[in-house]
C-alpha cells in the first residue's frame, strides 16, 4: 500500500469514528433528554432545571460518543474526543434550526456546546491505551 493509499484509509477511518460517533452522542442525550422530562412530568424534577438536565445530557451524551470515535480512532484520542462532540452539537444545532422558527443565539446554546465539547474531551483524555505502555528499556532492545 502506498503512502496517499494509506493517507486516504486513515482519514475514511476519522470520518466514519467521528461521524459514528456524534450519531451516537447524540442518541444517548436524545434518550437522557427523554428520561428528564419523564421526571420532570412526574414531579421527580421541577421545571427549573431543564437547563441543568440539558446540560448533562450533553456531556453524558458526547462522554459516550467520543469514547466510540476514540476506540475506531485510537491514533488521536483527544481529537476523536473533540470532533464527535463538535459533530454533535452540529447535529443539535440542525435539528434546531428544522424544528424552531429560526437561529437564536444565546447563553442555552453556549452551555450546549460546552457541554458536549467537554464530554468529548473527557471521553478522549480518558479513553485508556489498549495494551501497557512498554519501559524505555524495553523498547531499545
Given at each position: 500500500?502506498?503512502k496517499g ?14 461521524v459514528?460517533?456524534g450519531?451516537l452522542?447524540?442518541g ?13 412530568s ?11 438536565v440539558t446540560?448533562a445530557a ?21 481529537l ?5 462532540g ?27 456546546l ?12 480518558f ?7 512498554k ?7
Open positions: 500500500m502506498r493509499e494509506a493517507q486516504g484509509a486513515n482519514a475514511a477511518q476519522m470520518v466514519t469514528a467521528v459514528l460517533g450519531l452522542a447524540l444517548v442525550e436524545l434518550m437522557v433528554l427523554l428520561l428528564g422530562s419523564a421526571a420532570v412526574n414531579g421527580i424534577l421541577k421545571e427549573d432545571a431543564a437547563a441543568q446540560a450533553c456531556v453524558l451524551g458526547c462522554l459516550v460518543g467520543g469514547a466510540l470515535a476514540c476506540s475506531r480512532w485510537s491514533s488521536r484520542r483527544l476523536a474526543g473533540l470532533a464527535a463538535a459533530v454533535c452539537f452540529l447535529l443539535i444545532l440542525a435539528v434546531g434550526l428544522l424544528m424552531g422558527d429560526g437561529f437564536t443565539p444565546g447563553a442555552q446554546m453556549l452551555v450546549e460546552a457541554g458536549c465539547l467537554c464530554g468529548g474531551a473527557v471521553a478522549g483524555v479513553g485508556g491505551r489498549k495494551g501497557k505502555k519501559r524505555a528499556s524495553v523498547r531499545k532492545k
